[in-house]
């Protein structure tokens, strides 16, 4: 079709995606091979049959034990590396990855193995591959405020190398006023912000990140639309939400693709992008998620435009470092 056509043609920006949701079963397999560790799967396909997920959490569970192989900073190079050649293959001429240093500290992994790994790959593909991108450093939810300010202090002496700070893990339960003091020190530190809020939890949780954390983005918000006062305030700010399409449907947000209010929150003027999120676990990288939502959606092209639009409308490049495609 026309859509898939200019879907597979577009320069376009990915700003939600977690660096180690991008872990493969093949590369899973390989690493615990180079690292010597027992996984509890026989095969590639066993992990990929494992792969229907209830909820958040009970991807969350398999996601931080995949995890598990990564160990030395040609680990996180390899996995880094793996993505960014992904986006070149699809388009995607500028990236903005999370990374949970939280899931490897905790296992003895130093923050500086996990920071230069994805640095070194990150810097290779923008002179190789041309593909810019920023790194921010996300927080685990489900852990306390105060492990998240011993996480901020390993980070310290690594600012320079951190472009911005993430909430994530899993959100019922744990509403962003829970890091409000982290995030003031955060700010205070020159770093924006962003947070997973209004996935699983409600409006008054992307409410509460816009409010006490001060955001300048919104990850998923699909449920912003439950709340009228809020799609408005969206609307007016354009606050971007970097919604997911194939996760939600993954983790049982929407039960069909075909069911999610993407559409319906592009009516409404909002600020919404596509994005992965976790592709190695939902299936589908950015351009699959475009395609599938353009199928299954029924998008227009001038949906598609705003959406692409929107991404570059969004992300954190500055006016000078804005390459040929915009
Ligand atoms: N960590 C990785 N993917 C996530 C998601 N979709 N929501 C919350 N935390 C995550
Ligand atoms: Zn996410």
């Not at 390989?30 to 027992?38: H, T, Y």
């Not at 997920?53 to 192989?69: I, W």
């Not at 992904?86 to 500086?112: L, N, Y």
């Not at 929107?310 to 992300?315: R, V």
Request: hydrophobic fraction near 40%; proline fraction near 4%.
């Amino acid at each position: 079709t026309q859509q898939e056509a200019l879907i597979r043609a577009l320069p376009k920006v990915e700003l939600h995606l977690h660096i180690e949701g991008s872990l493969e079963p093949e590369m899973m397999f390989e690493l615990a091979r180079r690292n010597g560790i027992k996984l509890p799967y026989d095969s590639v396909e066993a992990v990929r049959e494992a792969y229907d997920f209830d909820n958040l959490q009970s991807f969350l569970d398999l996601y931080y034990a995949g995890a598990g192989v990564l160990i030395t900073e040609q680990d996180f190079y390899d996995l880094t590396w793996a993505y960014l050649k992904r986006c070149e293959a699809d388009k995607v001429v500028h990236t903005e990855i999370f990374f949970d240093p939280q899931t490897h500290t905790d296992r003895g992994i130093a923050f500086e193995t996990v920071l230069n790994g994805i640095r070194r790959a990150l810097k290779d593909g923008n002179e190789k591959l041309r593909i810019s991108s920023r790194l921010i450093m996300s927080f685990l939810r489900h852990l306390s405020e105060e492990e998240g300010f011993k996480t901020l202090e390993m980070a310290r002496p690594y600012l320079e190398e951190i472009d911005g700070i993430g909430l994530d893990s899993s959100e019922l339960g744990h509403p962003p006023s829970k890091f409000e003091r982290l995030f003031a020190e955060c700010k205070a530190l020159g770093l924006p912000r962003v947070a997973h809020a209004g996935e699983e939890g409600p409006p008054e949780y992307v409410w509460e990140a816009i409010k006490l954390l001060d955001v300048c983005r919104i990850d998923h918000g699909v449920r912003a639309l439950e709340d009228e006062k809020l799609v408005e305030s969206l609307a007016e700010t354009r606050l971007p939400l970097t919604v997911c399409p194939y996760s939600n449907v993954k983790l049982k947000v929407f039960d069909r693709l075909a069911d999610h209010n993407l559409r319906d929150l592009l009516a409404k003027g909002l600020c919404a992008t596509v994005n992965s999120d976790d592709p190695a676990y939902f299936g589908g990288y950015v351009q699959e998620n475009y395609l599938g939502c353009a199928r299954e959606l029924k998008l227009s092209v001038e949906e598609i435009l705003q959406l692409v639009k929107n991404g570059f409308e969004a992300c954190w490049l500055e006016e000078g470092e804005r390459g040929w495609w915009m």
